[in-house]
């Protein structure tokens, strides 16, 4: 059966359809660039970007631009709908990120580095950079990381629980600036009714799973999945056994770790560790 063709001729793909949208719009108000930015109060590069679609954007222009264009919700529907796309993600994480989507609970450990769902836009930006991204595929896997935190919002939010290995805290960014609001994000997290947050400390010992970052996703059909990643590759574990093996170990793991509590007040004493800002 051949594929069905949109009615408008307009792009389905999430991202590009935004941009169009952006530049149709524009178009029919006959402003420039330079005109909507002094009209809004971003740089005109900042749209510019948009409507290429190198950049999405954030919530608050996009919902400058709804109120500008008087489209009350429709620019900030595509941009969600471009924002949880699946596409825009590096191939090998793709099913994934269908998967954590759908996911109706889950839990993680990190050995290594902040999940991703709990990543501030500075801390994506080093790790990535680290990884060899650079120019606009840099910021737009920024935005797409960063974006993937909106799963753990909100009242529908799925409940997650993640241990974090104390040296996951005690490796901080170059920036202190970015590290302080990195673990001001953890704290803040951590409150919410949804995120169960727990540290791992290195009194712990060895463990079941030492030298892997691994995600557990409870799906709707009641089935789990793991997903085991490291610094060069990512594997998804979907045969029972095996995640159940997995699982018996995370189990483990989380009696040695503090309480959420004291895991709290860990990283409120990472936090006071952080230098304090230059004064100028």
Known sequence: MPSRRAVTGRSQEPRRRFAEELRLLRGARGESLRRLGERLGWDPSTFGKMESGESLGSPEIVEALDQHYGTPGLLLTLWELALADPSQFREQYRRYMVLEAEAVSLW???????????????YA?????LGGLVGTELNQQVEARTGRRKLLE???????????????LRTSLRDPREWRQQLEYLLA??????????????????????????????????STVAYAENAHRGELIEETGAVERLL??????RDLAFSPADSRKFMMRMLEEVPCEPSI
């Open 125 to 129: 930006r080093e790790v990535l950079t």
């Open 189 to 222: 997290a951590s409150e919410r009714s949804a995120i169960t947050l727990q540290v791992l400390p290195h009194s712990a010992g060895l463990y079941g799973l030492v030298s892997t970052d691994m995600m557990f996703l409870r799906l709707l059909d009641g």
């Open 108 to 122: 993680h450990y990190a050995v290594s580095t902040v999940h991703g769902l709990l990543q501030t836009p500075g």
């Open 248 to 253: 018996r170990r995370y189990d483990a793991m």
């Open 154 to 168: 909100g009242e529908d939010a799925p409940p997650f629980r993640a241990i974090l290995s104390e040296a996951v």
